[in-house]
C-alpha cells in the first residue's frame, strides 16, 4: 500500500517537474505564439506541433496512475478484509444483544456498557496500527471502506432484533457513540456513511405512530431518505409496542400502497 500511494504521487510529481522542464528548454505556449506572431510561422508551427506529441506523450502518465489507484484500491478492500478476524470477536456480542428493554435492563446497559464501550476500544486499536504502519493516505481510504463495512455489519443485526421503546434509545445512543468515533477518526466526512443506521435509530425511537409524520415529512417525494417504504415498515414492525395493522396504515397513508 505504502509503495503503491508513493507510485501515484511520484506520477503526479513526475508529469509536473517534466512539464516544467519542457517550458524551460523549449519554451512556452506565449513564446510560441509570440514566434509565430513576428513571422515565423514555420517554426511557430512546429513548436505547437512537437508540444502537442509531448502532451499526448504526457497523457500515458494519466493512465500509468490509473492503473495504480485501481491497485491502491483493491490494496485497501484487502486491507479491510484482513482486520476482519480483529473485529469479528468484538462484534459477536451484538448477535446475543437484547433490545426489547425493561426499565431494569435499560438501566443496566447505562452502566454496563454490553457493547459498543468495548467496540470502540477495539476500533481504536485498530487505527492506531493502521497510523503506524500505513501512509495517511490509505488510511483515510481504508477508513472509509471499514465505516461502509461496519454500518452494514450493524443494520444487518439491528433488523434482526426487537425493540422495546427503551431499546431504541439505546441503540441511538451505540449509533451516536460510533458515528462520533469515527467522525474523530477521519479526515473527511463520513455522518452520510451512517444515514441508513441513523433513519432506522430515528424510527424505531418513535414514541407513537402519530409521531411519523412529522419525523418523516408528509409525502414521500419530499422525504430525503435513504429507506424505502418496505424498509420503513419492516423497521416500524420491529417495535414489540407499534401494531402491525396501525403500520401498515401509517406507511401506506404515506407512501400509498406498495
Known sequence: LNNVQASIEYVDRLRVQVAQQYD??????????????????EGGGQAATNRLMFTHCLQTLDSVKQELEGVHTTACREAVNMLRCHL???????????????HAQYADYQVNDPFMK???????????????????????VILML????VCRRLESAVLSKRFTLLGALQLDTDVRA???????????????????????ASL?????????????????????????ADEVRQVLLLRTDFVPQQVES?????????
Open 118 to 140: 468495548t467496540f470502540v476500544t477495539q476500533l481504536s486499536l485498530i487505527l492506531d496500527h493502521l497510523r503506524q504502519a500505513y501512509n495517511t493516505h490509505s488510511v483515510g
Open 88 to 102: 469479528s470477536p468484538a462484534l459477536q456480542p451484538l448477535d446475543h444483544l437484547d433490545f426489547a428493554l425493561s
Open 178 to 200: 460510533l458515528c462520533q468515533f469515527f467522525s474523530s477518526a477521519a479526515d473527511q466526512s463520513i455522518r452520510h456513511k451512517f444515514g441508513r443506521l441513523n433513519e432506522i
Open 146 to 149: 471499514l465505516v461502509e463495512r
Open 24 to 41: 524551460e528548454t523549449f519554451g512556452t505556449v506565449e513564446d510560441e505564439k509570440e514566434a509565430a506572431g513576428a513571422g515565423g510561422d
Open 250 to 258: 401509517t406507511v401506506q397513508r404515506h407512501f400509498g400502497a406498495r
Open 204 to 228: 424505531l425511537g418513535l414514541e407513537t405512530l402519530r409521531e411519523f409524520e412529522d419525523l418523516y415529512g408528509h409525502s414521500a417525494s419530499s422525504a430525503k431518505w435513504r429507506l424505502t
